[in-house]
């Protein structure tokens, strides 16, 4: 996988080995706890088996929502996540940032394998979901996304949260998606598309992160070619974005206003 990535022209790719500390649980206090899913039994999964850190990270609460978004209630980051109960209906709230420097060039990420679903596979800057707790369900003009964004940008890139506040994070529109990463675990999300422009200081997890590079759009085509051969691995919601949207916002990044559509999802 690194040198898949690095042959598409990407000099400045990292590979990370080990641990650090940072948690990407991380979140600001008050977090809900309830859980509104009475008509869905949940299974029993063992996860003995997998990464410890990602595993602490299934007790999160994510947002339950309906296919217009509106919120429903809460479950845990594994009962989202579990196919068993996407099969039968299980949606959430999500969020996908693409980050682009002042060169233009775009942030892309390689997950790690310690990840449970999509693990190793290349995606956008940052891919994650907002939380069940006050700061992060405020949904005017998305604030409660645009703060989780921060939240996770910082988690899993190192990105210290001053350097890009919620405000310097533009929500373009939503996209509602389906896929499955295995037997057990997929997603099943409307995802808020999030842009910024910045130069930003990045020290990566580990346990998130296995490597990251800025492409330009060129190498971008480069690399979606190597996934269409199965040369790399790439995340279904990000190959969806790339193919339907991500280059004609990426021509457009000084006039972003003109593709907002934020009473818009798009069933992909």
């Not at 490597?211 to 190498?219: D, L, N, R």
């Not at 480069?222 to 919601?237: G, R, S």
Request: charged share 25%.
């Amino acid at each position: 996988m690194w040198r898949a990535l690095r042959g598409v022209g990407c000099g400045a790719l990292r590979s990370y080995r080990g641990a650090r500390g940072l948690r990407g649980s991380e979140v600001p206090p008050g977090r809900a706890r309830s859980r509104t899913c009475a008509t869905i039994t949940m299974p029993e999964v063992n996860t003995d088996h997998l990464d410890e850190q990602q595993v602490q990270l299934l007790a999160e609460m994510c947002i339950l929502i309906d296919e217009n978004d509106k919120r429903i209630g809460a479950d845990t980051k594994k009962n989202c996540h579990l196919n068993e109960n996407i099969d039968k209906g299980l949606l959430h709230r999500a969020f996908s940032v693409f980050l682009f420097n002042t060169e233009n060039k775009l942030l892309l990420q390689q997950r790690s394998n310690a990840k449970i679903t999509f693990p190793d596979c290349f995606t956008n800057t940052c891919c994650s979901h907002p939380l069940s707790h006050p700061l992060e369900l405020e949904e005017n003009n998305a604030i409660g996304v645009r703060r989780a964004a921060q939240r996770r940008l910082k988690a899993e890139l190192g990105i210290p949260m001053e350097q890009v506040t919620p405000e310097e994070i533009s929500y373009l529109t939503r996209i509602h998606y389906k896929a499955k990463s295995d037997g057990i675990w997929g997603e099943h999300e409307i995802d808020y598309i999030l842009f910024v422009q910045k130069d930003v200081t990045l020290n990566p997890d580990p346990n998130e992160i296995q490597s990251y590079c800025y492409v330009t759009q060129k190498e971008l085509k480069q690399l979606l070619d190597k996934a269409a051969k199965n040369e790399v691995k790439i995340t279904p919601w990000f190959k969806l974005i790339a193919e339907t949207f991500l280059f004609k916002w990426w021509d457009n990044l000084s006039n972003l206003n003109k593709f907002v559509e934020h009473e818009k999802i798009h069933r992909m």
